[in-house]
């Protein structure tokens, strides 16, 4: 009586593929794109947590908006695109790093260092206190649009991440997963 084995017996190999390999049963999955390959590595990379406090939120907000007013206005003369760029940058930074205990700081700050960078880096036209001014409220009302576009992509962001926290609320005594024992009445 014959026995059945797994091993194929002496007969005919099927010919090698264009890769060497035999054709039958063996399979290669596709090499990823590109593209595809640096997505990955992108969402597994590690974001720093975040570690802003209100306070710094605001001090990095303003400190940085300052510094890039007082950079365009010695190239431009006055507060302009450069500095809408760095304060965009400035408050989505601030949203993405601030604690979620003090989420609400970022969009908060955002129009404060605004108003700050402008008042210090405005145009002051003759040099007086009335040119200062006129000045200040001119690129307030030119520069609106940066200052629309920052405080809007702060609050988005950090309304996102509000909606992604765990929710905090304690439950009650009958709701708990302790076992309950018999009532006092």
């Given at each position: 009586m014959e026995q059945h084995s797994a091993h194929p017996g002496p007969g005919p190999t099927p010919a090698?593929?264009?890769?060497?390999?035999?054709?039958?049963?063996?399979?290669?999955?596709?090499?990823?794109?590109?593209?595809?390959?640096?997505?990955?590595?992108?969402?597994?990379?590690?974001?720093?947590?975040?570690?802003?406090?209100?306070?710094?939120?605001?001090?990095?907000?303003?400190?940085?908006?300052?510094?890039?007013?007082?950079?365009?206005?010695?190239?431009?003369?006055?507060p302009g695109a450069f500095f809408g760029i760095v304060f965009i940058g400035v408050s989505v930074a601030a949203a993405l790093y601030v604690r979620p205990y003090d989420l609400v700081a970022a969009p908060v700050s955002a129009p404060i260092a605004f108003a700050v960078g402008i008042a210090l880096t405005a145009d002051s036209g003759d040099g007086s206190l009335v040119g200062h001014v006129l000045g200040m409220f001119t690129g307030l009302a030119l520069l609106t649009?940066?200052?629309?576009?920052?405080?809007?992509?702060?609050?988005?962001?950090?309304?996102?991440?509000?909606?992604?926290?765990?929710?905090?609320?304690?439950?009650?005594?009958?709701?708990?997963?302790?076992?309950?024992g018999r009532s006092r009445r």
């Open positions: 090698p593929g264009p890769g060497g390999e035999a054709a039958a049963g063996v399979y290669r999955a596709p090499r990823p794109s590109l593209l595809a390959t640096a997505v990955r590595r992108l969402r597994a990379a590690q974001r720093p947590k975040p570690r802003l406090t209100g306070l710094g939120t605001g001090l990095l907000t303003v400190s940085v908006t300052v510094a890039g007013g007082a950079v365009d206005s010695l190239l431009f003369d006055g649009g940066w200052l629309f576009t920052g405080t809007v992509l702060a609050a988005l962001i950090v309304s996102v991440r509000a909606l992604r926290l765990p929710s905090r609320r304690r439950r009650s005594p009958r709701c708990s997963e302790a076992p309950r």
